[in-house]
């Protein structure tokens, strides 16, 4: 079955540190990935999507994400991080095959010390 | 400019009691589908729709229905309340099933007692 992993449930950084988080998927398709942010008591906001093409996406805010189909992986990237940035954030990943019905990761959650 | 709209944002329920969780968009998109969010599971697909009177499953359905009479609202009913239903619940709504971005509602907090 399709599933998608993020090894890390908490993560925390400094203000101005670089930041990554881990995303890694077992598909049996060509999947297309996104990343989604939750602000405490909010929806989800997309920062940023893979469908095809340019391996190395950039998203709102920010953001970036590669792609890496040998590794399975699509982990987000931020050079600097911003205290505004913590929340909470989904990788999500789909498949025509699979009837593009979207599979979300279990969330990182990410603390900014100031 | 609404958006996705789902009321209401806190709800609590006593076991065996039923309701309605509202969804209505405004952008004319055709595919809209519900979540339940849980701690450390992130969010799992109860049912969705791909278009008015076309609705299927998702990978946890059991003891919710929907219905999609018109393209902008997406109800979903909870017949019997049980507290495992106890859960945050997202509606979202895309112009297409698949590689399209998703827009979500703020969400319902739902406890079930």
Not at chain 1, 59 to 68: L, N, R, T, V, Y
Not at chain 2, 30 to 43: A, F, I, N, V
Request: proline content about 4%; glycine content about 10%; overall charge neutral.
């Amino acid at each position: 079955a399709q599933s998608v992993t993020q090894p890390d449930i908490h993560i925390t950084v400094s203000e101005g540190a670089s930041l990554e988080l881990r995303c890694n998927y077992s598909y049996g398709a060509t999947p297309y990935l996104f990343w989604y942010v939750q602000s405490p008591g909010q929806g989800l906001q997309l920062l940023l999507k893979y469908f095809s093409g340019d391996t190395l996406v950039q998203g709102i805010k920010g953001f970036e994400a590669e792609f890496k189909r040998s590794q399975s992986s699509f982990n987000l990237r931020k050079p600097s991080v911003h205290w505004s940035d913590a929340a909470e954030y989904f990788c999500a990943v789909g498949a025509r095959e699979y009837g593009n019905k979207l599979v979300f990761g279990a969330g990182t959650i990410l603390r900014v010390k100031s | 400019n609404a958006g996705v709209t789902q009321t209401p944002k806190f709800q609590v329920l006593k076991t065996g009691q039923s309701m309605t969780l509202q969804c209505a968009q405004d952008m004319n998109h055709e595919y809209m589908s519900w979540y339940r969010q849980d701690p450390g599971m992130g969010l799992r697909l109860i049912h969705y729709s791909v278009g008015a009177g076309i609705t299927d499953q998702g990978e946890v359905p059991n003891g919710y229905n929907v219905s999609r009479s018109t393209t902008e609202d997406f109800p979903l009913r909870l017949l019997s309340a049980a507290p495992s239903q106890t859960s945050v619940y997202f509606c979202a709504s895309s112009r297409t099933q698949g590689n399209t971005e998703a827009f979500f509602g703020q969400g319902t907090r739902l406890t079930v007692v």
